[in-house]
């Protein structure tokens, strides 16, 4: 059984986020992390690295169009003993968020890859690709519904509010 607290020794502590809320400053975009009903560590590649990180986040490749690409922000979360992993884009207008959503799959592909070979498991996780794109900022609340996904595990999310445990189903 994995514990939340396992990603720590997988994953660089610089990318771990405390905040409560997914922010995309350029955009003026600010979500709501609500994570009732789950353990959940998010974490956010898409920074300014420093220094330590010579070679940029993915040193080994080509810095090419598309190859380092990466999504805002990966939400590792565990409910009943399942594992999931939130892929998630803020993008403000009609841009295309596939790219890095897709690119971010195979990157949690090779974490948990990671994962199994160092703790000696068998773990599997459900990947979850979340666009969100000019979130609507409801008056009163209301009761988040369950995300209906593409054949891609591919959802929209057009709230101001992320409810995590929503996209554990």
């Known amino acids: 059984m994995i514990r ?9 502590s610089y990318f771990k986020e405390a905040a409560t809320a997914f922010v995309e400053p350029s955009q003026n975009m ?10 959940s560590v998010v974490y956010s590649f898409d920074k300014n690295l ?17 190859v380092c690409s990466v999504c805002d922000y990966i939400v590792f979360a565990i409910v009943g ?3 999931y992993a939130l892929v998630v884009e803020l993008k403000k207008g009609n841009g295309n968020t596939r790219i890095q959503l897709n690119a971010a799959e195979c990157f949690v592909n090779y974490v948990i890859a990671t994962l199994n070979r160092i703790k000696k ?9 979340i666009s969100i ?18 054949n891609d595990n591919h959802f929209f999310l057009e709230s101001s509010k992320f409810y995590i445990s929503s996209y554990l189903k």
């Open 81 to 83: 003993g399942d594992l």
């Open 4 to 12: 939340i607290s396992e990603f720590d020794d997988i994953l660089e």
């Open 133 to 150: 794109k000019n979130p609507k900022i409801r008056k009163k609340k209301t009761k988040m519904s369950i995300p209906k996904y593409d």
């Open 30 to 39: 600010r979500i709501e992390i609500v994570s009732r009903g789950c353990t």
């Open 50 to 66: 420093g220094a330590q990180f010579k070679g940029g986040l993915f040193p080994f490749f080509a810095k090419k169009k598309s």
């Open 121 to 129: 498991q068998n773990l599997t996780c459900k990947i979850r690709k």
